[in-house]
């Protein structure tokens, strides 16, 4: 497996993995090989090493607890079939840190109502 495009952004990660030298979908296990590791293995090494380093700068440098689970329990996977389908996805990915701003999750990003008279006013929950 090879990381193509990826951005690490302040809640979430964007990565797009070459998976090199694969069998077709669907191909049988060939007897007495190991099979090559899967995606969800590869996804899984990650987040478990992230959390592990992430645990440790906790511990040694202070950096903030995070409660329960450090990454979802999933991940969103789509297979690309096309090159012009690619470089779409790498720009969309180039393109995430540019979004932030405008990101739900982001907890500065201040969201807007607009008012019975038209003026766009910040959203109260409450």
Request: charged share 25%.
């Amino acid at each position: 497996m090879q990381l193509d495009e990826h951005v690490v952004m302040p809640n979430h990660f964007h990565g797009i993995i070459h998976v090199v030298g694969a069998p077709l979908v669907g191909a049988l296990e060939r007897a007495g090989t190991t099979p090559a590791p899967t995606l969800g293995d590869a996804v899984g090494a990650f987040k478990s090493l992230t959390t592990d380093e992430y645990i440790m700068g906790v511990h040694k440098l202070g950096w903030p607890k995070f409660r329960r689970h450090f990454w979802q329990r999933n991940y969103h996977d789509h297979v690309i079939r096309h090159p012009d389908e690619l470089e779409k996805i790498r720009e969309y990915v180039r393109q995430n840190p540019l979004r932030w701003t405008c990101d739900r999750y982001n907890p500065e990003n201040t969201v807007l109502v607009v008012d019975e008279t038209g003026c766009l006013l910040p959203w109260n929950e409450t």
